[in-house]
């Protein structure tokens, strides 16, 4: 599972220098990150944070246990405030109950608000490994971390890097345009719920999600048998266990058959 774990984390920040978002600035020479929500017109807008402001609600040097099993480390010490005080700071008027997290290497991760409190989950501004630890290229502030005592599922959104952009979204709305793509297909829902869970974070649809691998609905002809049997093999051959990316090994073969049952109906539904 540490592997698993370490390997899906690499892939989620590991690949820093492929970044294309306009916005982006070198990697671990970001000063600001931006916090966007939506005003009582429904309008979007973004106050520019620095790391100082942020500490000033409370920075704590703390330790993460889970951050170290999952990055197989010791001891890595950081800086870190809770992300329920700068929570607080903000007044939430459409209902809004997640975060996305938009990443500079073209991650996107989401949070439930539900978690973020369950769950105490700080957000670090400072990471100070021990002695001899190489750092990754990625390993950068703003993190996602999980404090010691707390016990969420092991999964990659509780330890994302990297973050430019923490935005409030409804969850229901913002995946609302991709699942009625599914239609009532029941496979092609199971489908979406898949992509969703598993895919979205590095391959975008409708401009949701990340960027980090390529469009599929630009890549595979969906509309034919064959296109649909060349990207269940480009995926095998690509996302297993050989690879840093590997991502088999969270989805059954059902799974990855009810996610191409969905995008085929997607694609139907963008080309008609
Ligand atoms: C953490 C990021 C990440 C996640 C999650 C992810 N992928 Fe990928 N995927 C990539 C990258 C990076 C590549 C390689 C670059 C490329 O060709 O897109 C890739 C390649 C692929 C390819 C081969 C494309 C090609 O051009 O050779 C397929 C097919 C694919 N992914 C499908 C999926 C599916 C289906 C899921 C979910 C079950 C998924 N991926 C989850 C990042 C990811």
Redesign the pocket.
């Known amino acids: 599972m540490k592997q698993i774990f370490y390997g899906?984390l690499a892939?989620?920040v590991g690949?820093s220098a492929c970044s294309s978002s306009p916005d982006t600035v070198p990697v671990g020479k970001q000063r600001v990150f931006r916090i966007t929500q939506a005003d009582s017109a429904g309008r979007m807008f973004s106050q520019i944070w620095t790391k100082p402001r942020l500490e000033s609600l409370g920075a704590q040097e703390i330790l993460s246990e889970y951050f170290d099993r999952a990055m197989h480390r010791d001891e890595t010490h950081f800086s870190a405030v809770a992300f329920s005080r700068l929570l607080q700071e903000f007044k939430l008027i459409r209902g809004e109950d997640a975060v996305l997290l938009n990443c500079f290497d073209d991650?996107q991760g989401v949070l439930p608000l539900q978690d973020i409190l369950r769950y105490d989950l700080r957000l670090a501004t400072k990471i100070k490994l021990s002695f001899g630890s190489r750092k990754p290229d990625w390993l950068n502030p703003l993190l996602i971390l999980v404090p010691d005592g707390k016990h969420p599922p092991f999964q990659e959104q509780f330890m994302t890097a990297n973050i430019r952009e923490i935005k409030f979204v409804r969850l229901n709305d913002y995946y609302a345009p991709l699942k009625e793509m599914a239609g009532t297909s029941v496979d092609a829902l199971m489908g979406f719920e898949?992509?969703k869970d598993?895919?979205l974070?590095?391959?975008s649809l409708m401009g949701k999600g990340?960027n980090?691998?390529?469009r599929?609905l630009d890549?595979y002809d969906f509309s034919v048998e064959s296109g649909r049997i060349r990207?269940r093999e480009?995926?095998n051959d690509?996302?297993d266990e050989d690879n840093d990316?590997d991502?088999k090994q969270?989805?059954t073969a059902r799974q990855?058959k009810g996610?191409v049952t969905y995008l085929k109906k997607f694609a139907a539904k963008v080309v008609a």
């Open positions: 899906f892939l989620c690949l991650y898949a992509f598993n895919c974070f590095c391959h990340g980090k691998g390529v599929l890549v990207m480009d995926f690509f996302h990316q991502i969270f989805v990855l996610i």
